[in-house]
Structure formats: structure tokens, C-alpha cells
């Protein structure tokens, strides 16, 4: 069993950063297995970063450079800092640990852009 749990989100204005964290606890192997997705309210969730073979992070088409996702293997967390908001950002971003095909999520972390 692996608990997913997220934080960081915040109000922010336009142009702004924020720092999301996310830990996993239980049965961790590696946080080479995590990663972010958002989604907003009637819509599907869409990908924001997570990390392909070799350990490099992948993202959405989005993100534009915006976003750097990082980990730490040794807290079993990872991180994804925003830069640059805009308010289409606006989401919850959901946090997730894969073990094979199943994906362990977390509660998610409201971030809203707005001024």
C-alpha cells in the first residue's frame, strides 16, 4: 500500500511561482515511479510531468518551459516548481505513485491564478 500526499497549492497572481510537493509513504521503490497530472472541474485530467526511462522528467505540451519537475529519492518526494502562472492554470493538481499499471493518487492541491 502506498499513501500519496500533496501540498503547495495556492492563490496566485498572474505571472507568479509556487512549489508543489508531494510524498509518498508505504511501499515506495523509487519516485522515479511519480508524477503530476491536473484537471479542472468537467474536464479529463491531462498530464503535466513525469519521468520517462533514464530518469527524465516529460510534459506536458503546455508547459512550454515553464514548469521543472524534480525529485528526492531519499524523502520519497517530489516536487514540480511553477513559474510564469497564468490563469489557465488554474487546476487541481493531483499527485501520483504507479506500481505496474495502477496508479496510487493523491487528495490533490487546489491552484488558482487569478489577480
Known amino acids: 500500500q502506498v499513501q500519496v500526499v500533496e501540498s503547495g497549492g495556492a492563490l496566485v497572481q498572474p505571472g507568479g511561482s509556487l512549489r508543489l510537493s508531494c510524498e509518498a509513504s508505504?511501499?515506495?521503490?523509487?519516485?522515479?515511479?511519480m508524477g503530476w497530472y491536473r484537471q479542472v472541474a468537467g474536464e479529463q485530467r491531462e498530464l503535466v510531468a513525469a519521468f520517462v526511462s533514464g530518469g527524465r522528467p516529460k510534459y506536458g505540451e503546455f508547459v512550454k518551459g515553464r514548469f521543472t519537475f524534480s525529485a528526492d529519492n531519499a524523502k520519497n518526494t517530489v516536487y514540480l516548481q511553477m513559474n510564469l502562472l497564468q490563469p489557465e492554470d488554474t487546476a487541481v493538481y493531483y499527485c501520483?505513485?504507479?506500481?505496474?499499471?495502477?496508479?496510487?493518487w493523491g487528495q490533490g492541491t487546489q491552484v488558482t491564478v487569478s489577480s
Open positions: 508505504g511501499t515506495v521503490f523509487s519516485v522515479y515511479n
Open positions: 501520483y505513485y504507479r506500481r505496474g499499471t495502477f496508479n496510487y
